[in-house]
């Protein structure tokens, strides 16, 4: 891989910066997308959603949630969130960018916030919230190999993603999907400078268009 200068350098020239300040109010959320390199490889910290959660129990997602009237911006959301699940304070984030914000199933406007953490950070997770945190190689998600995609699913446009996961360490299988997944795909491909092994809809060199008139058309049916 490319050094993590170079994945730094180029992840920043995804960033939306006020890009999209011109969209009307809409209930925010972030995520944070948290990168380290291990054994030479750019990996992703992943949660699983606990099962007593109102919302996505259950399933796999990064760290993350809604906007607090306490939260200075997207970011300061993010971080937040990240502290409360799995203990990740944010003077041990290095951030990085954000990117396009996407519209989810519940009708929150997502900002995902790329940052890179050390890796020997261990979580300390908030049962709450977390029932489990994972990493993921960076470069899973462009290989076809534990690839599966739906077409025609509603609300969608374009392919519903979706990976199974094998964790060496837990051995545990995590189902990956969604929104989440298709995240992880973009910041591979963008941070890799790979295009992913099947077909995402998108160029993998500038997504921005593409996100940009999938929001459209979602708040266009609002």
Request: charged share 20%; net charge negative.
């Amino acid at each position: 891989m490319q050094s993590k200068e170079e994945t730094i350098a180029i992840l920043k020239q995804f960033e939306v910066g006020d890009k999209f300040s011109y969209l009307p109010v809409l209930p925010k959320a972030s995520v944070l997308i948290p990168l380290f390199v291990r054994g030479g490889k750019l990996h992703t910290l992943m949660t699983l959603r606990s099962k007593q959660l109102k919302t996505s129990a259950g399933e796999v997602c990064f760290p993350g949630g809604k906007r607090d009237p306490s939260d200075q911006d997207d970011v300061g959301t993010a971080l937040r969130e990240a502290e409360e699940e799995i203990g990740l304070q944010p003077g041990n984030v290095q951030v990085i960018c954000k990117l396009f914000p996407v519209i989810n199933k519940s009708g929150l406007l997502v900002t995902p916030v790329v940052g890179f953490i050390d890796e020997t950070f261990r979580p300390v997770l908030n049962p709450a919230e977390v029932s489990a945190v994972f990493s993921v190689p960076l470069d899973f998600f462009i290989s076809d190999k534990d690839h599966y995609a739906s077409h025609n699913a509603p609300g969608m446009m374009g392919a519903l993603h979706s990976f199974y996961f094998a964790d060496p360490v837990s051995k545990s299988q995590y189902h990956i999907w969604g929104l989440t997944a298709m995240l992880a795909v973009v910041v591979a491909a963008i941070a890799l400078k790979k295009k992913p092994e099947f077909d995402v809809g998108f160029d993998s060199e500038d997504p921005l268009s593409f996100f940009q008139q999938v929001l459209h058309t979602r708040l266009s049916k609002l």
